[in-house]
Nanobody, 112 residues
Framework: QVQLVESGGGLVQPGGSLRLSCAAS????????MGWYRQAPGKQRELVAQ???????TYAGSVKGRFTISRDNAKKMVYLQMNSLKPEDTAVYYC??????WGQGTQVTVSS
């Protein structure tokens, strides 16, 4: 049974930074692609960033150059460093494993 638990969300001013963390359990973590998705009110869930088992990263155009995804296979953790945050980054952020399993989400609000 795979469990994903996100943490690190919160309220931040425009231009600020946050670091999201996702702790995984119950599986062989290192072989799976891991991703961060987000869903804003009234919008569909969208891919923000993903990282393969080999460390190849992919970013949505709207966050490229501002967000960085990373993983620590030994700790079964994946991170999303978010810099230069904008109000349009406000959403619930979800951790995903292998395009199958989801965490419960963590709220990120960017507002002055």
């Amino acid at each position: 049974q795979v469990q994903l638990v996100e943490s690190g969300g919160g309220l931040v001013q425009p231009g600020g930074s946050l670091r999201l963390s996702c702790a995984a359990s119950g599986s062989i973590f290192s072989i799976y692609v891991m991703g961060w998705y987000r869903q804003a009110p009234g919008k569909q869930r969208e891919l923000v960033a993903q990282i393969t088992s080999g460390g190849t990263t992919t970013y949505a155009g709207s966050v490229k150059g501002r967000f960085t995804i990373s993983r620590d296979n030994a700790k079964k953790m994946v991170y999303l460093q978010m810099n230069s945050l904008k109000p349009e980054d406000t959403a619930v952020y979800y951790c995903n494993q292998a395009h199958i399993y989801w965490g419960q989400g963590t709220q990120v609000t960017v507002s002055s």
